[in-house]
């Protein structure tokens, strides 16, 4: 009796983690999807037809919530201010954020997501002096502050607000802790911290470029060189105006050269 409970444990067992890999599997598969769409996003033509096909079809609420943020993301980097509206509300974030008592919620799952809500289309706005945007999407992002008010997301979001609206300490001292490693009391993924801090480091340095701390910038100049080898990097850089160190000193020669040109010519 006992060796027939055991074959019936075991056997058990094995059904549920056979169910296991094939929910995981089929997840992989969805995501990948997003994944193919993000690699268009630097493809217009191709992008939003896509994007907009797999909105349509796409029949899993979750999955099709990520796709409105891949949407959004476009709508944000070409300017197509009328559809980031309708795509803004056609945005259900409840099933992006699931049930956050289970340890793998939905936002454990979709963090990728709201780094996109949270920080680059945000950021992008901010790039744009599209302050209506922007309101807009606070507007949105204000409906699930409670339920994620312990995310490390939404409190590097608040800080770079600081920043962009040049409030208090324009998110300084948060910035410095994040980079210092005190951030344990909050709710993150281990994936994605590497590309917070990397974040972190530009917008900690715009602080420094605007008060003129050059041992502070300087600091940090190894790190944003490296970040901006990368996209992403390349654009905050861009979307914050801070200057690398050579494009800093290969300006001022080519100013000092057009001076010198100007003095020969009288």
């Known amino acids: 009796m006992t060796g027939t409970l055991m074959t019936l444990i075991l056997f058990a067992f094995m059904i549920v983690m056979i169910l296991r890999v094939v929910k995981l599997y089929g997840r992989q598969k969805k995501n990948q999807k997003i994944l193919d769409l993000l690699d268009l996003v630097h493809e217009p033509d191709k992008f939003f037809p896509a994007a907009e096909t797999y909105v349509a079809t796409q029949k899993d609420s979750e999955f099709r919530a990520k796709g409105y943020v891949m949407k959004l993301w476009g709508d944000t980097l070409y300017e197509k ?9 056609a945005l259900d974030l409840s099933v992006l954020i699931g049930d956050l008592s289970r340890k793998e919620s939905g936002y454990d799952l979709n963090e990728d997501s709201f780094f996109y809500l949270y920080m680059a289309i ?4 901010y790039y744009r002096k599209n302050s209506e945007l922007m309101n807009l999407l606070e507007v949105k992002m204000e409906t699930v502050s409670d339920q994620l008010s312990d995310t490390l997301l939404l409190a590097m979001h608040q800080a770079a607000m600081k920043l962009y609206e040049n409030k208090d300490d324009c998110g300084k001292e948060f910035f410095r802790k994040v980079l210092d490693g005190d951030y344990g009391g909050y709710r993150y993924s281990r994936n994605m911290i590497g590309i917070y801090k990397n974040c972190i480091t530009i ?14 910038f300087d600091s940090l100049a190894d790190d944003m060189k490296a970040f901006s080898e990368k996209r992403l990097g390349e654009r905050w850089l861009k979307e914050l105006d801070v200057k690398l160190p050579e494009e800093s000193e290969a300006k001022s020669e080519e100013e000092t050269e057009e001076k010198e040109s100007d003095g020969e010519s009288k």
């Open 81 to 89: 201010d009328e559809d980031f509206r309708k795509d803004l509300e």
């Open 203 to 216: 917008m900690l340095a715009r602080i420094y470029q605007n008060e003129g701390n050059q041992e502070g």
């Open 122 to 125: 945000p950021n992008r706005l």
